[in-house]
């Protein structure tokens, strides 16, 4: 028991053992994250989560070796700060709009990115526990939670559609329709694409019940009052 305790303690010291095993434990521990993002083929893979994790650990590190080796004053957390405002670059770069700006992807990454620097903050100071049980916590999220939300999502499907309609004055009335009848979540009026004065265009998310003939959806869509054109968004 003693002899665990003693243990604890030294990998709790800034030492070139602990400093080894921080380095080890945040590779590990953005390795755990990364796979499964890299199982759904994200742009933010095994590579990056396991480079952001080292480097966030790595980063607190540096702060503690100027502290208490090197005898300077200043707050070891400081430069880690500066980790999470950094890493929002990273985390935008794995944001896209898909499905002519209407639907958002990527955030879970990104997200994902910013657990796995804290994770490696914690490492690298030396909370074991707590980087740990943050590691398996995150990971349980993106793999069965995924799961629930996948079935819960199958449910209410969305579908991205833009509509023509041919007189500027039934605006209105076309989105109150899209809302009431089709469950539209959002709609935004855009130019006309068939630059035809006075069409207008309208870009709608909609709701779409499970195993629905899209073709067949757009059909009836297109026969809405003043609709001239359907067209499903990609």
């Known amino acids: 028991m003693e002899t665990l305790q003693a243990?604890?303690?030294y990998i709790k010291d800034?030492?070139?053992?602990?400093?080894?095993?921080?380095?080890l434990l945040s590779a590990l521990a953005g390795a755990a994250v990364g796979v499964e993002r890299a199982a759904h083929g994200r742009a933010a893979g095994l590579r990056t989560h396991m480079t952001v994790a080292l480097g966030s650990a790595m980063t607190v590190m540096v702060g503690l070796y100027a502290?208490?080796?090197m005898g300077m004053d200043?707050?070891?957390?400081?430069?880690?700060?500066?980790?999470?405002?950094?890493?929002g670059f990273l985390g935008a770069g794995t944001i896209l709009l898909r499905r002519g700006g209407s639907q958002i992807q990527g955030l879970t990454t990104a997200a994902g990115l910013w657990a796995v620097a804290t994770i490696g903050i914690a490492m690298g100071i030396g909370f074991y526990e707590g980087a740990i049980m943050a590691t398996l916590a995150v990971t349980l999220i993106l793999s069965i939670i995924s799961r629930v939300e996948f079935r819960m999502n199958r449910k209410r499907q969305r579908m991205s559609v833009y509509l023509e309609i041919s007189n500027v004055n039934?605006?209105?009335a076309t989105i109150a329709t899209l809302k009431q009848d089709y469950g539209a979540i959002e709609c935004q009026v855009t130019p006309p694409r068939s630059a035809t004065a006075p069409h207008v265009?309208?870009?709608?998310?909609i709701?779409?019940?499970p195993k629905v003939?899209?073709?067949k959806k757009l059909e009836k869509l297109g026969r809405i009052e003043n609709v001239v054109f359907t067209l499903q968004n990609f």
Not at 201 to 205: N, P, R
Request: hydrophobic fraction near 55%; aromatic fraction near 10%; glycine fraction near 4%.
């Open 7 to 9: 243990f604890w303690i």
């Open 14 to 23: 800034f030492n070139i053992f602990s400093v080894v095993l921080r380095l």
């Open 67 to 69: 502290v208490q080796t």
């Open 74 to 87: 200043s707050d070891p957390l400081r430069i880690s700060a500066q980790v999470i405002s950094g890493l």
């Open 170 to 172: 039934a605006v209105k």
């Open 201 to 205: 265009g309208i870009e709608a998310l």
């Open 207 to 209: 709701r779409m019940p």
């Open 213 to 215: 003939d899209i073709e």
